[in-house]
């Protein structure tokens, strides 16, 4: 297996440009998280889904979005980037959201917004 | 190198010392609590987890205690190893969210 995997790992953009992180595992987990981490800050968690068709906003959805059209693919779309989006985004998976079921985090994708 | 937690609260503990990294939550209705370990450049990765309706849940060299009062979280580690060098972080499970807390830096002197 080869776990939570994310691209691209390094990314620049310029402010107003639009791009999709892509996210993908293989371990047939139906629950999927995007995390933004900034410095001296945990993680925040941006959009989850349930499952393929579901999705939900989490603490900072705002300029963000997702769908999940199948159950290993969690893209996530910045639809007009900003400098304050500059930051690690991590996705994550799990069996299920619940105790016992671990959390699997990918690499993470480093986004600078100039 | 990893520009995260620059600003995080640093734990400095001797090799071979037990370690304790304490953690507040906010959600007295959260069900569970994760702890993770972040090392420089790395995602998150699993440390264990305990069930609110537990005191206290053991693994190999770490102990996570619950004080649901206080609502406080604790990880203990046994004989830390330079290895053990990361930024620690605790999860509380808000129904179909983890919102974590800031984090603790661990650093580990020989």
Same mark, same amino acid.
């Given at each position: 297996?080869?776990?939570?995997?994310?691209?691209?790992?390094?990314?620049?953009?310029?402010?107003?440009?639009?791009?999709?992180?892509?996210?993908?595992?293989?371990?047939?987990?139906?629950?999927?998280?995007?995390?933004?981490?900034?410095?001296?800050?945990?993680?925040?968690?941006?959009?989850?889904?349930?499952?393929?068709?579901?999705?939900?906003?989490?603490?900072?959805?705002?300029?963000?979005?997702?769908?999940?059209?199948?159950?290993?693919?969690?893209?996530?779309?910045?639809?007009?980037?900003?400098?304050?989006?500059?930051?690690?985004?991590?996705?994550?998976?799990?069996?299920?959201?619940?105790?016992?079921?671990?959390?699997?985090?990918?690499?993470?994708?480093?986004?600078?917004?100039? | 190198?990893?520009?995260?937690?620059?600003?995080?609260?640093?734990?400095?503990?001797?090799?071979?010392?037990?370690?304790?990294?304490?953690?507040?939550?906010?959600?007295?209705?959260?069900?569970?609590?994760?702890?993770?370990?972040?090392?420089?450049?790395?995602?998150?990765?699993?440390?264990?987890?305990?069930?609110?309706?537990? =005191? *206290?849940?053991?693994?190999?060299?770490? @102990?996570? #205690?619950?004080?649901?009062?206080?609502?406080?979280?604790?990880?203990?580690?046994?004989?830390?190893?330079?290895?053990?060098?990361?930024?620690?972080?605790?999860?509380?499970?808000?129904? =179909? *969210?983890?919102?974590?807390?800031?984090? @603790?830096? #661990?650093?580990?002197?020989?």
């Amino acid at each position: 297996n080869a776990g939570v995997t994310q691209t691209p790992k390094f990314q620049v953009l310029k402010t107003g440009q639009s791009m999709t992180l892509q996210c993908a595992q293989d371990m047939n987990h139906e629950y999927m998280s995007w995390y933004r981490q900034d410095p001296g800050m945990g993680l925040r968690l941006i959009h989850y889904s349930v499952g393929a068709g579901i999705t939900d906003q989490g603490e900072v959805p705002n300029g963000y979005n997702v769908s999940r059209s199948t159950t290993e693919d969690f893209p996530l779309r910045l639809l007009s980037a900003a400098p304050s989006q500059t930051s690690v985004y991590f996705c994550a998976s799990s069996l299920v959201l619940a105790i016992y079921n671990e959390q699997f985090f990918g690499p993470g994708t480093r986004l600078t917004v100039l | 190198g990893e520009s995260v937690g620059l600003h995080l609260p640093t734990l400095s503990v001797q090799e071979g010392d037990n370690s304790i990294i304490n953690c507040a939550y906010s959600n007295s209705a959260s069900d569970y609590f994760i702890w993770y370990k972040q090392e420089s450049g790395k995602g998150p990765q699993f440390i264990i987890d305990i069930r609110s309706n537990m =005191d *206290k849940r053991q693994g190999q060299r770490v @102990t996570v #205690l619950l004080n649901k009062t206080v609502k406080h979280l604790s990880l203990q580690i046994a004989a830390t190893q330079p290895g053990d060098s990361a930024v620690y972080f605790c999860a509380e499970r808000d129904t =179909d *969210k983890l919102i974590f807390g800031t984090g @603790t830096r #661990l650093q580990v002197f020989p």
